[in-house]
């Protein structure tokens, strides 16, 4: 069946870094755009970054831009969000999303990143 598993959240300090990871299965990877979208306490789901199938062309919120860095590995079926500079504001639960021309469409079950001092 088809997951997408988050992993690398967790609770750092004003300014720190995080390495976020969403490994899939159950369909293939790499004909899939992918994206990472955040929902923050109360607040409703906001985009922060999406890439294409082969890793070439990447886009990022104007809120991010400059602090995150999406990137994909096909062969590991893997996607990734290097968080740095993290704020108070960045803190939100991440959600891996997996997009096909906007037919199919899966999402993880997301993971917690709280930024704190």
């Known amino acids: 069946q088809v997951q997408l598993v988050e992993s690398g959240g967790g609770l750092v300090q004003p300014g720190g870094s995080l390495r976020l990871s969403c490994v899939v299965s159950g369909f293939t990877f790499n004909r899939y755009w992918m994206y990472w979208v955040r929902q923050a306490p109360g607040k409703g789901l906001e985009w922060v970054s999406g890439?294409?199938?082969?890793?070439?062309?990447?886009y990022y919120a104007d809120a991010v831009k400059g602090q995150f860095t999406i990137s994909r590995d096909n062969a590991k079926k893997t996607l990734y969000l290097q968080m740095n500079s993290l704020k108070s504001q960045d803190t939100a639960v991440y959600y891996c999303?997996?997009?096909?021309?906007?037919?199919?469409?899966?999402w993880g079950q997301g993971t917690q990143v709280t930024v704190s001092s």
């Open positions: 890439i294409n199938t082969d890793g070439g062309s990447t």
């Open positions: 999303n997996a997009d096909l021309h906007g037919v199919v469409n899966y």
